[in-house]
């Protein structure tokens, strides 16, 4: 993998330490986003997206801690950097939108300065000047009445304004890296509209590298422009999101996408995969979705597929293509 991408994951490798010993919540993962592109990652409740964004910020909390891999971003080693280097990358260069905003915001600051906090933080201005930002940038994001709720709490916000504040306080700064994890969950389909071409934009017009963790493949279709499908902890496939939405290669992707409600048979029936993402402490041998796969056969049990590369480019963990 080359390091002319902004981002460039190599081999991460998240665990968490129990008493049964590490648990592999993210396996092997590599993945690179070049500047202004918007890359998905999906996968079922639990597949490992949160922790992967995290460790990509040197962010995972104990007992979770990164046991291989690096985090190359413009060039640089995140994983490497002592910690006042890496807070001095992150919120400023690289930013990321938590999964749970209510746990991220602070109860006791007023949502004006918070969302103000990361220009004082990095830039020399005035607070008078920091607020006069945070007030454009929380407008931006569809926040209704921005100058009053900027004197308010964040108990007061309902979750999808809760989830604008967020936002706004990841781009602020305008990243070159912005991972977004869950981001528009919350919010109405106007409000989510809104938000995603606001990080279109910011990806086509300031060059900012997005990783946009999503459950929707219908926000994939319409901002990404590739997909990283994940399945407990490895990434299974990478594709273009072009050529993923016109059949992906593995049969997981392809329970996914049978899954989406537009594309179901006309009796309007849901297929979904049937079973259950594994629990890290009972992951199956070989490809960890062998158990729950209709196309599986001899050596899925055995060993865990490579990576094999098609002729269209997309990259693909699945014995079907050796
Ligand atoms: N603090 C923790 N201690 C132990 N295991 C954890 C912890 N946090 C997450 N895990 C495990 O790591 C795995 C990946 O979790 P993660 O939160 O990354 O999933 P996800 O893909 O983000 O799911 P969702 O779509 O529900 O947000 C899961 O098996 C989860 O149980
Ligand atoms: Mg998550």
């Not at 008493?19 to 998905?40: F, N, T």
């Not at 400023?92 to 004082?120: C, H, Y």
């Not at 594309?263 to 890290?280: C, Q, T």
């Amino acid at each position: 993998m080359t390091h002319e991408s902004l981002l460039s994951v190599e081999n991460l490798t998240t665990v968490f330490d129990t008493p049964a010993g590490p648990l592999p919540a993210v396996d092997g993962v590599d993945l690179s986003v070049g500047r202004g592109e918007i890359v998905a990652v999906v996968g079922e409740s639990g597949c490992g997206k949160t922790v992967l964004s995290l460790s990509v910020l040197g962010l995972v909390p104990p007992p979770g801690r990164v046991a291989a891999g690096r985090v190359f971003f413009a060039g640089r080693d995140l994983l490497a950097l002592p910690e006042r280097e890496l807070r001095a990358v992150r919120g400023a260069r690289a930013s990321m939108i938590f999964q749970e905003p209510m746990t991220s915001l602070n109860p006791v600051l007023t949502i004006g300065d918070q969302v103000a906090e990361p220009v004082r933080t990095h830039r020399r201005v005035s607070r008078a000047q920091a607020l006069e930002a945070a007030g454009a940038m929380l407008a931006k994001v569809g926040l209704p009445d921005p100058a009053r709720r900027m004197r308010g709490y964040p108990h007061e916000l309902s979750g999808g304004q809760r989830q604008r504040v967020m936002i706004a306080m990841a781009l602020i700064l305008s990243p070159e890296l912005l991972i977004a994890d869950e981001p528009t969950t919350a919010l109405d389909v106007t409000v989510q509209r809104q938000i995603l071409d606001l990080m279109t934009h910011l990806a086509r017009d300031t060059g900012t590298a997005v990783v946009l963790v999503t459950h929707n493949l219908g926000v994939v279709a319409q901002t990404a422009d590739a997909v990283a499908v994940m399945y407990a902890g490895r990434l299974v496939e990478y594709a273009r999101v072009g050529t993923f939405f016109a059949g992906p290669a593995h049969p997981y992707s392809q329970g996914l996408l049978a899954s989406l409600p537009r594309l179901a048979g006309r009796g309007g029936r849901l297929s979904s995969i049937p079973g259950m993402v594994p629990s890290l402490s009972a992951l199956p041998p070989g490809c960890h979705f062998h158990p729950r796969c209709p196309r599986v056969f001899g050596p899925c049990a055995g060993q865990a597929p490579p990576f094999f590369t098609l002729p269209d480019g997309r990259r693909t963990r699945c014995w079907l293509y050796g």
